[in-house]
């Protein structure tokens, strides 16, 4: 298959100096940041990322926002 992608001028350059670097073909490098770039992203649980969340303390409790409900109705249904 035979993708094309615009590269800026600045990460086509760093791009260009990585692969000469390493000596290996433009074909093999995008291959392999592909690869690299699927296997983080199926690596990750979705359990990993909440447990940095942090409460917004600008946001009123639960409690709060509460007290200005109406009060069950009891024949709902």
């Excluded at 035979?2 to 093999?28: C, E």
Aim: hydrophobic share 35%; net charge negative; charged share 35%.
């Amino acid at each position: 298959m035979n993708i094309s992608v615009y590269l800026p001028d600045a990460l086509k350059m760093r791009f260009d100096a990585y692969v000469r670097k390493k000596g290996v073909s433009t074909n093999r490098a995008v291959r392999k940041a592909i690869e690299l770039l699927l296997q983080n992203e199926s690596d990750k649980n979705w359990g990993d990322w909440i447990n940095e969340l942090e409460a917004d303390p600008s946001f009123p409790n639960q409690e709060e926002l509460r007290k200005d409900l109406k009060p069950q109705r009891e024949d709902i249904l």
